[in-house]
């Protein structure tokens, strides 16, 4: 506030981050930590004994395969709502630069499921020192019964402890899945700042203080998604009918 005095500050809660820390060892967090856990080691040994790979992937052999990881992403429900993040364009080449940098310093993984040849699920991670954060996950929902997303996600996990991490952070999103794998969560704020003025006070509430409150309500937020989607989905018919 002082080196702007002309601006009034916000700061509301947005949404929260689930995190798993663990200070034991690895069986006592199968036994005392979240029950998914205990779930996934018997799930991953099914995975395994019809027939399912899983892959850990960097660098340029991650590369490789990122139309494998497109080609999930729209056969999941990020496909149906129009939420795709790495089809061809920006999205992609984010990743594909991310990974020719950040992965082959070991930063940056891809994992990778298949059956038969076919990929069906795929997980991205952050690796800092003692802490993985999942990035994106999605999984070909014509296999949801194989669990194949979830599989990748306990074998990240497995593998990071081997390397002594001892944090796994989902980033953001309050969604059921991510907090039955954790244990705790971080709140995150969103700071905004507009002029002192009846323009300036109009101006936020009209671009984020509605938004923010929306956010709050659990039946409002889906209408908020819903009108989302429509507009993603609005946008690609334009894009695609010029």
């Given at each position: 506030g002082a080196l702007l005095p002309d601006f009034e500050w916000t700061r509301t809660r947005w949404t929260s981050a689930p995190f798993c820390s663990w200070e034991g060892d690895w069986e006592s967090l199968h036994k005392h930590g979240p029950s998914w856990f205990r779930e996934m080691r018997k799930r991953r040994r099914r995975f395994?004994?019809?027939g399912g790979t899983a892959t850990r992937l960097s660098g340029a052999e991650a590369i490789a395969r990122l139309e494998a990881v497109a080609?999930?992403?729209r056969e999941s429900w990020k496909g149906r709502r129009a939420s795709t993040r790495l089809q061809q364009g920006t999205g992609q080449e984010i990743l594909r630069h991310a990974l020719a940098t950040l992965g082959e310093r070991g930063e940056l993984q891809l994992w990778l499921a298949e059956v038969d040849g076919r990929a069906i699920a795929f997980q991205i991670d952050f690796v800092l020192p003692g802490r993985l954060l999942h990035y994106q996950c999605a999984f070909d929902a014509r296999f949801g019964s194989r669990r194949a997303g979830a599989v990748l996600?306990?074998?990240s996990l497995e593998h990071g402890w081997e390397a002594g991490i001892r944090e796994f952070d989902y980033l953001t999103g309050d969604e059921p899945y991510?907090?039955?794998r954790t244990n705790a969560t971080r709140p995150i704020y969103q700071l905004a700042a507009y002029r002192r003025t009846l323009r300036g006070k109009v101006a936020y509430w009209q671009l984020v203080g509605a938004r923010s409150?929306?956010?709050?309500?659990k039946a409002l937020r889906a209408v908020h998604a819903g009108f989302a989607w429509l507009r993603r989905w609005a946008g690609r018919?334009?894009?695609a009918h010029p």
């Amino acid at each position: 506030g002082a080196l702007l005095p002309d601006f009034e500050w916000t700061r509301t809660r947005w949404t929260s981050a689930p995190f798993c820390s663990w200070e034991g060892d690895w069986e006592s967090l199968h036994k005392h930590g979240p029950s998914w856990f205990r779930e996934m080691r018997k799930r991953r040994r099914r995975f395994f004994k019809d027939g399912g790979t899983a892959t850990r992937l960097s660098g340029a052999e991650a590369i490789a395969r990122l139309e494998a990881v497109a080609a999930i992403e729209r056969e999941s429900w990020k496909g149906r709502r129009a939420s795709t993040r790495l089809q061809q364009g920006t999205g992609q080449e984010i990743l594909r630069h991310a990974l020719a940098t950040l992965g082959e310093r070991g930063e940056l993984q891809l994992w990778l499921a298949e059956v038969d040849g076919r990929a069906i699920a795929f997980q991205i991670d952050f690796v800092l020192p003692g802490r993985l954060l999942h990035y994106q996950c999605a999984f070909d929902a014509r296999f949801g019964s194989r669990r194949a997303g979830a599989v990748l996600a306990y074998l990240s996990l497995e593998h990071g402890w081997e390397a002594g991490i001892r944090e796994f952070d989902y980033l953001t999103g309050d969604e059921p899945y991510k907090l039955q794998r954790t244990n705790a969560t971080r709140p995150i704020y969103q700071l905004a700042a507009y002029r002192r003025t009846l323009r300036g006070k109009v101006a936020y509430w009209q671009l984020v203080g509605a938004r923010s409150h929306l956010r709050q309500v659990k039946a409002l937020r889906a209408v908020h998604a819903g009108f989302a989607w429509l507009r993603r989905w609005a946008g690609r018919l334009d894009a695609a009918h010029p």
